[in-house]
């Protein structure tokens, strides 16, 4: 049943193409993104430090008229994180409007806003050491952390410039398979 509800989400995500109602989002490439982006923050050092109540929480944050793409963000990464992890995950669908200095959350899935919203989460988040990781690889010039860009080959995109600011310690490996962007 599960899969039925993501595959029509997935169709309902095609189907849109009206800019007023929400972004135009890439399926694949929403797909690769939730696939990646747990497993890329389980790689943070202090990961455990930054458990709530022994949960990995991750909030998806959205613009008011994008709730059906956050919801499936959130369904897609619900769906690969249980089949590779046994950490319990829980996810909270946040609008950027609705942001508050209160959510420190384990990490922060950044769906495409205005420069200021992301901006604004990704301050946050550099201040309390939370991995943050956009949509929207152009989202590195609002302080974004991480995001994966789906080309001949998937690639995992590291801001450099923000990285030492949010003072994120990886393991060894991830700095091997990142592409770092000036």
């Not at 897609?76 to 046994?86: A, D, S």
């Amino acid at each position: 049943m599960t899969n039925i509800k993501l595959i029509l989400a997935l169709l309902l995500l095609m189907l849109m193409h009206c800019k007023s109602y929400a972004y135009e989002y890439d399926p694949l490439l929403l797909r690769a993104q939730a696939a990646l982006f747990p497993k890329i923050v389980l790689l943070d050092k202090d990961v455990r430090e930054k458990l709530k109540s022994n949960s990995l929480e991750i909030l998806v944050l959205h613009v008011e008229n994008d709730l059906i793409n956050a919801e499936l963000t959130k369904a897609l990464i619900e769906e690969k994180y249980r089949k590779t992890n046994k950490n319990a995950l829980s996810i909270k669908l946040v609008k950027y409007s609705d942001f508050k200095d209160s959510m420190i959350a384990t990490a922060y899935f950044l769906l495409k806003g205005t420069d200021d919203s992301v901006k604004m989460v990704s301050n946050f988040a550099e201040k309390n050491n939370r991995v943050t990781f956009s949509y929207d690889y152009n989202d590195f010039d609002s302080n974004a952390l991480l995001s994966v860009i789906m080309r001949e080959r998937t690639y995992i995109y590291l801001n450099k410039k923000s990285v030492q600011k949010y003072n994120i310690k990886f393991i060894p490996l991830f700095y091997k398979i990142v592409k770092v962007v000036e």
